[in-house]
């Protein structure tokens, strides 16, 4: 898959991007864990995410956050990265101006960036947020949450209990409109083994392509 070079707002960016060969093909941005943590694009999740989009049709994009590889700049605590998460989403919708619909996929830091991502950018269609760090971070600014997405947690995560997630979306569903759909993977901790990854990749693309197929609906009845 080709590596990119794109503009960032503390210098260059690193990424890996697969241009989609069908014409107006939805596009999705993978975003990886915490970058003082061994975080990086190449991560086992985020890696797994990025293929299957690939394989769903997308056009997909992950990176490296400020800092991180061969990304310029340094880390930010979360408020710089988000403006890197920013400036790929601008990257991927200058290549693809015609996309039929716009994702965010986030493991862990990713997870919490992606969420911070949907509220400043109104056009994004879904996300996924794998291992979302409710217990570390306030997730308040999810007032209103503005569009449905999936939720995967280990029902063992170690260093973010599964309560505090299923709270959080319990709350986000009391929301007109909003319907996470939640997933616990029962033994997983907050680190996949490749099996549980492949899981969590495979209820990415059932809970993707169902979103997908009910956009087209309406259009089929037009």
């Known amino acids: 898959m080709p590596e990119v070079m794109f503009a960032g707002p503390d210098g260059r960016l690193e990424g890996r991007y697969h241009h989609s060969k069908q014409p107006n093909a939805p596009v999705a941005l993978?975003?990886?864990?915490?970058p003082l943590h061994g975080g990086t694009m190449n991560n086992r999740v985020v890696h797994g995410l990025f293929e299957r989009f690939r394989d769903m049709g997308?056009?997909?994009?992950?990176?490296?956050?400020?800092?991180v590889g061969r990304s310029q700049g340094r880390y930010d605590g979360g408020i710089g990265e988000i403006s890197d998460a920013a400036a790929a989403l601008d990257f991927l919708q200058a290549v693809n101006p015609n996309a039929s619909s716009l994702w965010v996929a986030g493991y862990s830091f990713g997870a919490y960036v992606g969420m911070q991502l949907l509220m400043r950018r109104p056009e994004m269609s879904g996300f996924v947020s794998v291992a979302l760090p409710a217990s570390h971070y306030d997730f308040g600014f999810l007032a209103p949450c503005p569009c449905n997405g999936l939720v995967v947690h280990g029902a063992e995560d170690e260093l973010v209990p599964e309560g505090s997630v299923r709270k959080l979306v319990e709350k986000l569903n009391t929301q007109k409109g909003i319907r996470l759909d939640y997933r616990v993977l029962p033994g997983a901790g907050h680190v996949f083994t490749p099996?549980?990854?492949?899981?969590?990749?495979?209820?990415?693309?059932?809970?993707v392509q169902a979103a997908l197929n009910r956009s087209r609906m309406p259009l089929a009845a037009d």
């Open 195 to 207: 099996e549980q990854t492949a899981t969590i990749a495979d209820m990415a693309e059932d809970h």
């Open 58 to 67: 997308f056009s997909v994009l992950r990176f490296n956050f400020r800092g």
């Open 30 to 34: 993978v975003l990886h864990p915490h």
